[in-house]
């Protein structure tokens, strides 16, 4: 394949390159101001300044704080040559600035504010109060910007608790850009028809991150339709605020998109009032937390307790005197918060009709689903309850094999034949990819072929996979729903909960893609794309398009929200788009549901599911951002030290990836020479990505496997706890939760570890030398190859011939033990070159990698065999060393080889 040159820029996004222009102006200005009057040192400082408050002009364009007025305050102290005053001016906004200080005391930003102590400033502000900004999008002039901010500012209640900042855009490019680095934009206003071009021009240092919005081209559109269209985009890109329009088009002249784009829209005439109220009121009903401030209120009550629950309201706690400290350590709110109550003002999980109801109504507009189901004992149950509600016995379903374990018992329970996908190996890091959408396409073809396509009812995949793996999900249900066009599809997005608030992971999830699919299939510009593809095809050619008449949307997302996002461990939830919910499915998910779910729910957990909706449509877009941007600022700072990259490699796109399943060629997210590769483009069109915030860090050279680096090293001796390991990688992960500087801590500990091993090298004699090459060769070329699943046994199988297991049957009849025997290890491989089939009875699964390498049922091959001999883990579920492996006798494959055989030939009667 060719692969393309991808642009590059030499920091990850304008947030860093803006925080890089503050601390440069800082740190001038502070030389500046101790330059001798006069002096040729002072001159060239104040050329120096000069150049970072013009780049710095071009970037703070966009926000409101700092903004242009102040660096146009900045300016005029240059100017004046007053050099002390600017270098404090400079010193305490950049302070407000990096620690965001200002959204929490937005009184620094009046005009004249005195500059005194923090702790002096949150005494004289009072109650701390929630900043965000409003984008106002008109072709204004600088005037009635003054005017504008006046009037709103008179408009303000100093007792609100919401106060917002305004930025002006005058053009549709500037309004975008804008948009995508503001994260404190949390209301859009477009008043009549903003021209699309900038009139000053895109500053040049920003343009390397801006590229997409660049490249739009609006040119056939008149500026009265960029309104409506910046209004869609707004819905798109950050569907999670309120945007609202201004214009004097006649109410029957507005098209129904440009009404569903708005939350409101204004007329001329209608006061500023109105549009202030309007963005406050929508903030407002955002902050709104059901659940969580019902159960705050109950906590508040008195009440008297003849119910379950000793430990409600605390009473058994705080009056003994032997389990104080449990209360001293978790605090009095928790157990007034305990209860059993399901009235009262809280509600029932199981059938709810009050906060929690609106609670999970909140979370499905937050997360785009039709319907969103609150789970509080984990995905694993979430999994479970989708799989018995949508799948009867018999059924098949299409499943990646390294899938979470959770759904392979999903499957015992439902009585599904799994048809069990093999995902590529990538067996130098001892890891499996992902599953080519060309096997899962060959694996339906050849079940339509044998007449069992109608027994096909769900895909199964996970997305993303515990190394980062993301599919194209849009692509893998556009041509899957061509060849059967009412499958069912559940993608485990248990590591992928974040992804939906920010527009390049979102592209990837389950709700986005449904309702975008959705959205496109009843279209008439897609039905008559169909047609003409139907007339193009050659007489017995299959369409390869999906029939705009016979398909059905029905994806269901599984995710452990508590995994990437604020939740209380355990915290998940189950989302849906699906067009037959109500008609077909909607009675049996609520018995799975009620089947799987506690009568006693953890009513924390769900306050924390309700608070963690909140915070997701408010700094979800922030927090994410900020997750990957530290998460590629990790990876480059491993990647450019000489010390660390003697030991360690951090392992990136191409390692992970295939050439011919990335189009667009991009092969890594930041390179030595040239900095930072854009990921848009192949988020957008690429067979798999890889997710940045997943960082698999290779340590072979180390002479150290990945359980022994997680202990010994991370866990022992730096309190550092990591996500997985291989034989020879440890995975870390971002999310909202890391900091800056538990990421310095990390690169920290990595120099350390990285010096001990030099220690302990140049201890080592000449004998413990070839001990610790050989097992260096040993983690980075003698890995052991990897084996796909093998098959069913003739005595498990649906049918014979014909894909797919009955691991029902398999699974039970394990459990009566004079079904099976076991076998060591190393005997395994002898029997079978003498002719023996054996057959797993059982799940068979080694950490790492944590997915059944057996599952009941499966003929266990030479591959698996020499996999588990090389494996050197110390856990394997579902096999014991001083046993061996557990296998069905021989006795039992012939009786149900039999059963077997009559069940085929019935079925062909």
């Not at 939350?263 to 006061?271: A, H, N």
């Not at 449904?514 to 794309?529: D, F």
């Amino acid at each position: 394949m060719t692969i393309k040159k991808q642009l590059s820029a030499p920091y990850y996004n304008i947030a860093q390159l803006r925080v890089n222009y503050w601390k440069d102006l800082k740190n001038l200005t502070t030389e500046l101001a101790r330059c001798r009057k006069g002096s040729a040192n002072e001159k060239t400082h104040i050329k120096l300044v000069h150049d970072v408050l013009k780049l710095l002009d071009g970037v703070e364009h966009y926000f409101a704080f700092p903004g242009i007025k102040k660096i146009e305050q900045f300016n005029s102290s240059l100017s004046n040559h007053e050099h002390t005053s600017l270098a404090n001016q400079v010193a305490e906004t950049s302070l407000q600035l990096i620690s965001e200080n200002f959204r929490r005391h937005p009184g620094f930003l009046e005009e004249g504010y005195d500059m005194d102590s923090i702790e002096d400033r949150e005494k004289k502000d009072g109650p701390k109060k929630n900043y965000f900004e409003v984008l106002f999008v008109e072709d204004m002039s600088e005037q009635d910007e003054v005017a504008l901010k006046t009037k709103v500012n008179d408009l303000r209640d100093p007792e609100n608790q919401f106060t917002y900042g305004i930025v002006v855009q005058r053009s549709f490019q500037e309004a975008l850009i804008t948009l995508l680095c503001n994260y404190n934009i949390q209301a859009v206003v477009v008043r009549y028809a903003p021209p699309f071009h900038s009139k000053k021009g895109i500053a040049n240092q920003i343009k390397p991150y801006v590229q997409n919005v660049l490249k739009l081209d609006l040119g056939s559109k008149n500026n009265a339709e960029l309104g409506p269209i910046f209004g869609a985009l707004t819905k798109q890109f950050r569907p999670e605020i309120d945007a609202y329009y201004i214009t004097n088009t006649a109410l029957v002249d507005l098209k129904d998109g440009t009404l569903k784009s708005f939350s409101r829209i204004f007329y001329r005439r209608e006061d500023l009032q109105e549009v202030h109220l309007s963005i406050i009121r929508g903030v407002v009903e955002r902050y709104e937390t059901p659940f969580f401030s019902a159960l705050v209120e109950y906590s508040r009550k008195p009440t008297g307790v003849f119910h379950a629950m000793p430990i409600s309201r605390g009473n058994s706690v705080f009056k003994s005197k032997w389990i104080q400290d449990f209360s001293d350590f978790y605090g009095r709110n928790m157990f007034l918060a305990e209860t059993s109550a399901t009235s009262g003002g809280l509600d029932s999980l199981l059938q709810p009709t009050g906060p929690l109801k609106k609670a999970q109504e909140m979370a499905q507009v937050a997360y785009g689903s039709q319907s969103t189901y609150f789970v509080t004992n984990g995905t694993s149950t979430a999994n479970k309850i989708v799989m018995q509600a949508l799948v009867e016995p018999g059924d098949v379903v299409l499943i990646d094999r390294d899938c979470h374990k959770s759904h392979h018992y999903g499957l015992v329970l439902a009585g599904a034949f799994p048809v069990y996908l093999d995902s590529y190996p990538i067996e130098k890091y001892s890891m499996y990819g992902a599953v080519p959408l060309e096997q899962i396409k060959q694996k339906l073809l050849k079940l339509k072929d044998l007449g069992r396509l109608d027994k096909v009812k769900m895909l199964l995949l996970t997305n993303c996979t515990f190394d980062g793996l993301v599919y194209n999900v849009e692509k893998i249900i556009q041509e899957v729903l061509a060849i059967k066009p009412d499958m069912v599809f559940l993608w485990d997005e248990a590591w992928f909960a974040f992804a939906g608030f920010t527009y390049t992971y979102k592209q990837r999830t389950g709700m986005f893609t449904a309702r975008k699919l959705y959205n496109k299939y009843k279209s008439k510009k897609y039905k008559l794309k169909y047609q003409e593809h139907i007339k193009s095809l050659a007489k017995g050619e299959e369409a390869s398009l999906p029939d705009p008449e016979k398909v059905k949307i029905r994806v269901y997302s599984t995710q452990s929200t508590h995994k990437t996002l604020s939740s209380f461990r355990q915290g998940s939830m189950i989302h849906i788009w699906d067009e037959d919910f109500r008609r077909k499915s909607e009675s049996t998910f609520l018995e799975a549901y009620m089947t799987h779910t506690s009568t006693s729910p953890n009513y924390q957990m769900l306050a924390s599911l309700d608070v963690g909706r909140r915070q997701v449509q408010f700094e979800g877009f922030e927090l994410v951002e900020k997750s990957i941007e530290l998460a590629m600022v990790l990876r480059a700072k491993i990647n450019d030290n000489k010390q660390l990259s003697k030991y360690f490699d951090v392992l990136t796109v191409h390692d992970f990836i295939p050439d011919k399943h990335r189009e667009t060629g991009l092969a890594e997210y930041y390179d030595r020479k040239d900095g930072w590769n854009r990921m848009e483009t192949a988020w957008e069109k690429d067979e798999f990505v890889l997710d940045p915030t997943k960082i698999t860090l290779h340590i072979g050279r180390a002479g150290v496997d990945g359980d022994t680096f997680k202990n010994k090293y991370l866990m022992d001796k730096f309190n550092i706890q990591i996500n997985k390991t291989s034989r020879n990688s440890v995975l870390f992960m971002t999310n909202i939760g890391t900091t800056r500087g538990s990421v310095t801590y990390l690169i920290n500990a990595l120099l350390t570890i990285a010096d001990e091993l030099d220690e302990e090298f140049k201890a080592l004699n000449d004998r413990e030398k070839e001990i610790k090459q050989a097992r260096i060769h040993s983690l980075t070329k003698d890995v052991p190859p990897l084996p796909d699943f093998s098959y069913f046994h003739f005595s498990f199988q649906a049918l014979p011939g014909v894909p797919g297991g009955n691991l029902r049957e398999a699974y039970f009849l394990a459990y009566d033990e004079n079904n099976y025997e076991y076998f060591p290890l190393k005997d395994c491989l002898p029997v079978m070159e003498e002719g023996k089939v054996l057959v797993a009875s059982s799940f068979v699964t080694p950490y790492p990698p944590g997915f059944p390498v057996l599952v009941p049922g499966q003929v266990v091959s030479k591959e698996i065999i020499q996999f588990m001999l090389a494996l050197d883990v110390s856990e394997i579920h579902g096999y014991r060393a001083d046993l061996g492996l557990r296998v069905f006798k021989e006795s039992v494959l012939n009786r149900q080889k039999t059963i077997t055989s009559i069940g085929a030939m019935n079925h062909k009667k």
